[in-house]
């Protein structure tokens, strides 16, 4: 009984902490929580680019499907920066898309010599130059390379269960050993979403978050 009172008087205090830093309040129900997919270094390729990478008319051979009718594919590229380090075997997701994007990590970023810009998917204006290489040649991009801001994926019902909207921006709390508060996180609503949020892997590695971690939202 002592026990369960002082857990009880911990997330009280915990809350009021909280409350009075920012304005927020911790979700305390499980069911509020958000599950964590980390996401490594990845590409997104436009039909012409696949076509010099891969050959004209090649396809994407499905390896793993993901949310959004999207797929990890058996392809893979080398990409290359200022620095002329190579890292090898970046996985290309499909379907295609309109135009080539890749998502790297800031230390990956430092590998390269890239001065990636941390961006929402397909925000690529201005964006760092990346060169891709593949087995059939190899594409120099002016713009399309990212560190992929953090972010969550929900359907219109999960939004309308935690009381938010697409676009919102909310902060998750990573209570781990080594966790803390991850700021501005804007949350994506589509019906072909399933509910996650997505980080990088040094945010996963920074704060001891792993794969399929649930946090809770911290709610403005």
């Known amino acids: 009984m002592i026990q369960l009172q002082n857990e009880a008087l911990v997330k009280e205090i915990t809350a009021r902490i909280l409350e009075q830093l920012g304005g927020r309040s911790v979700a305390a129900d499980p069911g509020k929580c958000v599950k964590v997919g ?85 925000d ?26 953090r972010h969550i994926h929900m359907s219109p019902e999960d939004a309308k269960r935690f009381g938010v909207h697409d676009g919102q921006v909310v902060s998750v709390q990573a209570p781990s050993e080594r966790g803390g508060l991850l700021e501005n996180v804007p949350v994506r609503v589509d019906p072909s979403f399933t509910l996650e949020m997505h980080i990088d892997t040094d945010e996963a590695n920074a704060l001891g978050i792993r794969q399929g971690d649930m946090l809770p939202i911290v709610c403005g």
Do not use: W, Y
């Open 38 to 122: 980390v996401s490594a270094r990845h590409i997104h390729l436009c039909r012409k680019d696949m076509d010099t990478l891969f050959g004209p008319g090649s396809e994407l051979t499905p390896l793993k499907e993901l949310m959004g009718g999207q797929f990890a594919a058996k392809e893979t590229l080398t990409i290359i920066g200022l620095k002329l380090r190579p890292i090898e075997n970046v996985r290309v997701l499909g379907p295609l898309r309109k135009q080539t994007q890749v998502e790297i990590s800031a230390t990956d970023g430092i590998k390269l010599g890239v001065k990636a810009p941390v961006r929402l998917s397909g």
């Open 124 to 149: 690529l204006d201005g964006s760092a130059p990346i060169i891709l290489v593949g087995p059939k040649g190899a594409v120099s991009l002016e713009q399309g390379c990212i560190v992929a801001q």
